[in-house]
């Protein structure tokens, strides 16, 4: 706990804090009301920059899926739990996996705690605002997340795909949930030069799971992401028709 402790407090002044969220009111799909517009481009340069940026210490590796875990300074969002990042190559196109991730009817795929995610409204062809109802271990009632969801084609031909916790009229918080947020929720789909079938498959989340223990939620973050990547393996091999 100590080395801990002194871990978070270098990392302090290496990591950026998050953006000034820009949310002003407008209707941006009338038909369905308004929502608050969301500055995309700098949550993807916050998200590049927890991806890129110093701090991370090896936690473990399962499966051919490896570990890295940090934590923000105190005055960020979230700040007792950690980050976390997971990397692993996976037997499967770019295309294949974006495909999933975005695919909200898929989820159930290869989360076995989601009760289902619905797109509540498209922004525009690549942002969407999402709800998510996930069952989580120790917890008596549900959590429940309201998030927006932006994929970014990279001129590299990899393709990120960002989440993170807003606000909207359709998602409104209920007795019946425990509100939980993703700060941050980062997919990075990279092609492995020259084998096309192949992907380099990224994570880094951070995640405020409400109703839960720190310590616990501390403990179970690696487990929990290398569990998240060798099931959507495992459920991309079905789909493709792979052993």
């Not at 308004?34 to 701090?55: C, F, M």
């Not at 994570?203 to 992401?225: E, F, I, Y």
Request: charged share 25%; aromatic share 6%.
């Amino acid at each position: 706990q100590q080395q801990q402790q002194q871990q978070q407090q270098q990392q302090q002044q290496q990591e950026p804090a998050a953006p000034q969220r820009k949310r002003v009111p407008g209707s941006v799909n009338e038909s369905n009301g308004p929502v608050p517009k969301y500055d995309v481009d700098s949550l993807l340069t916050y998200s590049i920059a927890i991806l890129e940026g110093k701090g991370w210490n090896f936690h473990t590796e399962r499966d051919g899926v490896k570990t890295w875990k940090k934590y923000l300074p105190k005055d960020n969002d979230g700040s007792e739990f950690p980050v976390v990042k997971a990397e692993a190559i996976l037997p499967t196109p770019v295309g294949e996996l974006v495909d999933m991730i975005e695919d909200s009817s898929r989820v159930k795929e290869y989360n076995k705690f989601s009760l289902g995610r619905k797109d509540m409204q498209k922004i525009n062809a690549k942002t969407k605002i999402m709800y998510n109802l996930a069952k989580v271990p120790m917890v008596s009632r549900a959590h429940d997340f309201c998030s927006l969801m932006h994929t970014r084609q990279m001129r590299d031909g990899s393709v990120l795909i960002v989440t993170t916790a807003v606000d909207h009229p359709k998602c409104a918080e209920s007795d019946k949930y425990i509100r939980s947020r993703i700060l941050l929720g980062l997919s990075v789909c990279k092609p492995v030069p020259g084998d096309p079938d192949s992907t380099v498959f990224t994570t880094v989340t951070h995640v405020v799971s409400g109703g839960v223990p720190v310590m616990v939620a501390d403990r179970l973050s690696c487990k929990n992401a290398i569990d998240y990547i060798l099931n959507v393996t495992e459920a991309l091999k079905k789909r493709l028709g792979r052993d």
